[in-house]
């Protein structure tokens, strides 16, 4: 396995490959949300599709894994790439609000997501889904996906179903609503200039 990233300011480029997978992940805190994911997996591409477009995150990734095992190994190496990028392009974190929440209703389904960049991974899951597959995907691979994500990128973040029955609709609402909570937290806040938003002086 082997990992390798290249940083400028706010973004970042990582490679990851395994005897599993090659992943190409880049991101930039300050784009417009564009997307550009090919990860062989459908409902996967269009989920980074929507955490890139509302986090305003721009997204490069693409993919090669072992599909003909099952997707399981994609989407979680994926999450791996992806947070890896995030904290790289976060640097010291100098600037940034750093906490992030949002409720995001979709039809039936409304999701809180509630963050902190506290470089401390944590992930506290309360999503149930009423049906095991969407199309063919696994709907436990969107928590698998969010467990890589805040494990790699440092992140604490909590995650809960209110209410909801269309298992579409409860992933897409919850990639929503961690994408707008992401918009948030990595913003500069301008009352606090480059100062740390910790009182350890390091986060």
């Not at 721009?58 to 099952?70: S, V």
């Not at 992806?82 to 979709?106: C, T, V």
């Not at 969107?142 to 992140?155: C, M, N, Y």
């Not at 913003?187 to 938003?197: H, K, S, V």
């Amino acid at each position: 396995m082997s990992d390798t990233a290249t940083l400028s300011a706010r973004r970042a480029r990582v490679a990851r490959q395994t005897a599993e997978t090659d992943i190409q992940a880049a991101v930039d805190l300050d784009g417009s949300g564009r997307s550009d994911s090919q990860t062989g997996v459908g409902f996967f591409d269009h989920m980074i599709d929507q955490l890139a477009r509302h986090s305003l995150i721009d997204i490069e990734l693409k993919a090669t894994g072992d599909l003909h095992i099952d997707d399981h190994h994609t989407v979680e190496d994926c999450g791996i790439a992806l947070g890896q990028a995030l904290a790289r392009a976060l640097g010291d974190k100098r600037g940034i609000r750093r906490y992030g929440s949002f409720h995001l209703a979709m039809d039936d389904a409304q999701v809180r997501a509630v963050l902190d960049l506290s470089g401390r991974p944590f992930l506290v899951w309360n999503v149930p889904f009423p049906a095991q597959k969407i199309g063919s995907f696994d709907t436990e691979l969107v928590r698998e996906f969010f467990q890589a994500l805040s494990t790699h990128g440092g992140i604490t973040l909590h995650v809960d179903l209110i209410h909801g029955f269309n298992a579409h609709h409860i992933a897409e609402a919850a990639f929503k609503a961690v994408a707008r909570a992401l918009r948030e937290a990595v913003e500069p806040d301008p009352r606090i200039g480059d100062a740390l938003p910790s009182t350890k002086g390091a986060l």
